[in-house]
Each structure stands twice: as structure tokens, then as C-alpha cells.
T-cell receptor, first 114, second 116 residues
Framework: DAGVIQSPRHEVTEMGQEVTLRCKPISGHNSLFWYRQTMMRGLELLIYFNNNVPIDDSGMPEDRFSAKMPNASFSTLKIQPSEPRDSAVYFC????????????FGQGTRLTVV | AQTVTQSQPEMSVQEAETVTLSCTYDTSESDYYLFWYKQPPSRQMILVIRQEAYKQQNATENRFSVNFQKAAKSFSLKISDSQLGDAAMYFCAYRRLNQGAQKLVFGQGTRLTINP
């Protein structure tokens, strides 16, 4: 398996623009997570899905952020409008459902908002 | 809410020596998982080792081992025979034991430098 695939690897955008980050989880994994990593706040969970249904979005910073999982093989994280403080590395991770499971991470998208 | 604390922002060790990274956590749960993840400069998050809280035996993976002290809520990572490739950020993480999807709660990380 190719692992969790995120695109793009890097994104530079101007303040106010819409940004869409994409994730393809590992086939057969039922759970999908979006994390954000910054120097100040470390790794924070933004939202996670189980069987394509959002379970906990309490980490989504504000209404400018939205996430969707239209099917088991694809998820998006959208920021509209983007702001410089959104600059961070965004990770997608997936895991199979079960007690003894681990999360597998993508390589992340480095977002820079100027 | 569960919290994870890594009190060492940076550590360094001579190549071939042993280093221990500290992690403490706070939870009211009795069953859970603990993890150490490695993040090299490539950004990829790589699972190093996992410990189930209901197991008394400390987990080991080749040169990596943990010292799990449940009562003290401590979960340290020992790296033996350090190699240059071990240089990375190391994150301790907690996860509840649950059949459904459960999030990982991460510590702030420890940056490990290996001196040749």
C-alpha cells in the first residue's frame, strides 16, 4: 500500500484566498484524522471521522475551517478565507477500527499564507 | 481531558551512547495506549513503539525500549546505541482504549540531536 497520501506537499497562498488540502487514507481504514502542527501549539487534532462520519470537530479553530469525507477514500480540509496564522503543517492520518490499532500518517502539507 | 507532557524540549547524545526521553501524562482512565512517534526532517510521523497500559511488561523494539510506570503516569523512551539516523523530533502520545476511533493526544515533542 502507498500509505496515506496528501496533496499538495506545499502550498503558498495569499491571505483571503481559499485553500483546499486533500487526503487519501489507506484502503480499508475506517478512521481518518486531520492534525495541525505549529511551533507554538504542537500537534493538535482538528477533526476526525469514523466510517466517513465526523465524530469530533471540537478542534476546528473557527468557522473558516471545514472538513468533508464524501467517501471512504477521500477527505478534504478547506480554509476559507485563509489568514497568515493558519500557516502550519497539516497532517492527515488513518487507522483501522479496532482496539489494538495505530494511526498511519501522511507526509503532511506545509501551508504558508502570506 | 487527557494531557501529555514532555519536559525536555531538546536532548543530545553522543553516537553509540544511550539516551532517555521523558514523558508524563494525566488521565482518569485505567486502560489506554501510549506511543512514541519519531518525526525526522522529512516530516513523516513514524511509529517507534507502543505500550498497552494493561500490560505490565515494558515494550521493546530493537534498540528502543520504554519504562512504563503506570502509577506514576510516566512513559519514558530509551534509545540504546544511538545512531545518526535517530536524530529527529520525538513525540509521546496517548490514546484511549476504545473499540471506536479515538484521537491521539500528543506531547510538545523533544528534539534529539546525535553528536558524531
Amino acid at each position: 500500500d502507498a500509505g496515506v497520501i496528501q496533496s499538495p506537499r506545499h502550498e503558498v497562498t495569499e491571505m483571503g484566498q481559499e485553500v483546499t488540502l486533500r487526503c487519501k487514507p489507506i484502503s480499508g481504514h475506517n478512521s481518518l484524522f486531520w492534525y495541525r502542527q505549529t511551533m507554538m501549539r504542537g500537534l493538535e487534532l482538528l477533526i476526525y471521522f469514523n466510517n466517513n462520519v465526523p465524530i469530533d470537530d471540537s478542534g476546528m479553530p473557527e468557522d473558516r475551517f471545514s472538513a468533508k469525507m464524501p467517501n471512504a477514500s477521500f477527505s478534504t480540509l478547506k480554509i476559507q478565507p485563509s489568514e497568515p496564522r493558519d500557516s502550519a503543517v497539516y497532517f492527515c492520518a488513518s487507522s483501522p477500527t479496532g482496539v489494538n490499532t495505530e494511526a498511519f500518517f501522511g507526509q503532511g502539507t506545509r501551508l504558508t499564507v502570506v | 481531558a487527557q494531557t501529555v507532557t514532555q519536559s525536555q524540549p531538546e536532548m543530545s547524545v553522543q553516537e553509540a551512547e544511550t539516551v532517555t526521553l521523558s514523558c508524563t501524562y494525566d488521565t482518569s482512565e485505567s486502560d489506554y495506549y501510549l506511543f512514541w512517534y519519531k518525526q525526522p526532517p522529512s516530516r513523516q510521523m513514524i511509529l517507534v513503539i507502543r505500550q498497552e497500559a494493561y500490560k505490565q511488561q515494558n515494550a521493546t523494539e530493537n534498540r528502543f525500549s520504554v519504562n512504563f510506570q503506570k502509577a506514576a503516569k510516566s512513559f519514558s523512551l530509551k534509545i540504546s546505541d544511538s545512531q545518526l539516523g535517530d536524530a529527529a523530533m520525538y513525540f509521546c502520545a496517548y490514546r484511549r482504549l476504545n473499540q471506536g476511533a479515538q484521537k491521539l493526544v500528543f506531547g510538545q515533542g523533544t528534539r534529539l540531536t546525535i553528536n558524531p
